[in-house]
């Protein structure tokens, strides 16, 4: 504020000074700063330099001009910086722009049910809802922002998933005449544990929104997600040790599902719905795979 000041009344002095024919150029060191000062056509100019480490001031870049002009002082600034300097990193930086991130959970895992509907998080089939599970990584994933504030983006990823659905009350399922059933084990037999297991590889795209909250980023995203299922196979351990009661249950290989994500900073939560059943119409019962839980971000 003091070396404004000082230009000020240095530029009023030199505009009377001016009708006194000085000379035209002048240069003035002031608290360790160059000054030039230059009077042509009634406009006086007068520039600032920083001095360096050196004190050498010859080859400074210019940080202050001011021209006095009919009782007029117009300034100009010029902030200067290094990459050399460190800079807070808790600073706010007003112009760096948003940069979009997709999300999708490096490891989920949700609990399952072999639904009656899409979209619909209940079942009919005697399920132990405790010991039905998936668990899942995404391999890659990438997106693009479709928005000028990159708040708005679209998504993809690639990755597979373990999914298992364990049966309750003496049920497997089985192909029987060509059919798949859920139906109660054979007479004379008890099913300490039944279960239905398979392997899957997804592909969801999605639309995600999000922004910066505090120090962690918040997003919500859904979509659609492609999904190949392999070694679809049902299994039962009775008589002490494991059987397999059948590996071809007229299953859908390929699926379709809704995807949605919603989380804060490294923490998700993941919620997924078949849109087309688990197996094929009419040849087994028409159920939905489901599932819900969380997710790890990073």
């Not at 009919?70 to 990459?83: D, F, H, K, L, Y």
Request: charged letters at 15%; aromatic letters at 14%; one cysteine or more.
């Amino acid at each position: 504020m003091k070396q404004m000041i000082f230009l000020l009344l240095l530029m009023a002095s030199m505009t009377a000074m001016g009708q006194e024919s000085i000379p035209q150029d002048t240069t003035v060191y002031f608290n360790g700063r160059k000054l030039t000062i230059h009077e042509k056509n009634g406009k006086i100019k007068v520039k600032m330099y920083e001095a360096n480490a050196t004190n050498d001031t010859i080859e400074n870049p210019q940080i202050f001009e001011g021209v006095y002009l009919g009782g007029r002082s117009i300034e100009q600034t010029t902030i200067v910086s290094s990459p050399f300097i460190k800079k807070n990193p808790f600073a706010p930086n007003k112009n760096k722009r948003y940069r979009f991130d997709p999300h999708y959970a490096a490891f989920y895992f949700g609990f399952g049910k072999l639904s009656n509907n899409s979209l619909q998080y209940s079942t009919s089939i005697p399920q132990i809802n405790s010991k039905s599970w998936e668990w899942g990584i995404n391999l890659f994933y990438g997106g693009i922002a479709i928005t000028p504030n990159n708040h708005w983006g679209i998504t993809g990823s690639f990755g597979f998933a373990r999914s298992v659905y364990t049966l309750d009350d003496n049920y497997g399922f089985e192909k029987v005449g060509g059919i798949t059933v859920c139906q109660p084990a054979s007479d004379g037999i008890n099913y300490s544990k039944s279960w239905l297991r398979y392997w899957s590889f997804r592909i969801p795209v999605s639309l995600e929104w999000q922004t910066r909250f505090g120090s962690n980023r918040t997003f919500i995203s859904a979509g659609p997600e492609f999904e190949w299922r392999t070694g679809i196979t049902s299994r039962a351990k009775y008589d002490g040790s494991k059987h397999t009661l059948s590996n071809d249950l007229n299953t859908h290989p390929l699926g379709l599902n809704l995807l949605m994500q919603a989380g804060y900073g490294c923490l998700g939560f993941t919620a997924r719905f078949a849109l087309t059943s688990l197996f094929e119409k009419n040849e087994g019962p028409n159920v939905y795979p489901t599932s819900i839980g969380i997710g790890l971000y990073w």
